[in-house]
């Protein structure tokens, strides 16, 4: 989905995005040239001033007030074809979320003033996911909402939008890995067992579901790492696991002390259709490899979703098995790491030492 959060939150981020002309920055925010007395558009193709000479303003009146006027070239005070065409589908995705039964493509292209083809391949590029697939995700969001409030589970499947109680049944215990009553229950009735190890980087925490392996994550102590688990399962059936377990468990450590290797066991991922779509990108990346966030993002035919891609890469449970330590900043700095920039200096070092060999 499109962000509505603040993606420019301060200066360091605005000012990158007028260096690389980003067109999704435009309306977010404006700059000011001092020399000149001119606001404009981040992605304005005047000539880029120099640092020192801008300042950054929320709003048009804002830089009016502070005694600039309009850059005639970007034309700032009118909204550009790329904003006019994002607010038709924004429009889109609300009416999808409004409406209690499934619209047509043609219908939702229709209200767009599109036609059929240009409406679905634009819908993918701003959205990440076809209007088909982004209805799917809101009625199964609509459907968790219900469960948790506590409503009966036909119902909540009624309500959600599904028409059926086997259609619910089977796209959700495919994205949930539990069925709906469980899920409504925070995992009640959902065994995960759990085995701590040590690893070149630490201490280990290795989870599982009857699908597969749910959470691999380091922790500074092992005694911590219990309370990781518990906090995304509050409800779940915890337990050690026995004999048995220890071969899983050895087997993602191996994977971890030999990252080039990779860990190659099932899993039970869960995560929106878009932290999906990252994730499965991450896995296509080669050991020795890495991409930035934006590659990472044109891959997936989201171009312009670079922070997007940041914050699915950060809530990857899956450590090593879903490589986000091969995901770096655009300048070939190392990024963020979900546990510390230092293990991921570690991984990926122990992969190039492990490629050369």
Known sequence: MMDTKQPYPDDERRWQAVVERDRGADGRFYYGVKTTGIFCRPSCSSRLPKRHNVEFFRTIEAAETGGYRACRRCRPGTASKEQQLEKKIVAACRRIEASEGPLTLAELAQGAGLSPSYFQRLFKRLVGVSPKQYAAAHRSRRFKEQLQ???????????????STSGAYDKEKDQLAMLPKEYRAGGAGVSIHYGIAQSFLGWVIVASTEKGVCAIEFGEEPSSLPGQLRRRFPQARLQQGEAGFAVLLQ??????????????????????????QVWESLRRIQPGETRSYSEVAREIGRPRAVRAVASACAANKLAVAIPCHRVVAKGGGLGGYRWGVERKAQLLAAEHDQGSE
């Open 149 to 163: 409030t506590g409503s009966p589970v036909t119902e909540a499947i009624y309500a959600a939008g599904f028409s």
């Open 251 to 276: 087997e993602v450590i191996a994977g971890i002390n030999a990252p080039a290797r990779g860990i190659d066991l099932p899993l039970d991922i869960q995560g929106t259709v878009f932290q999906q």
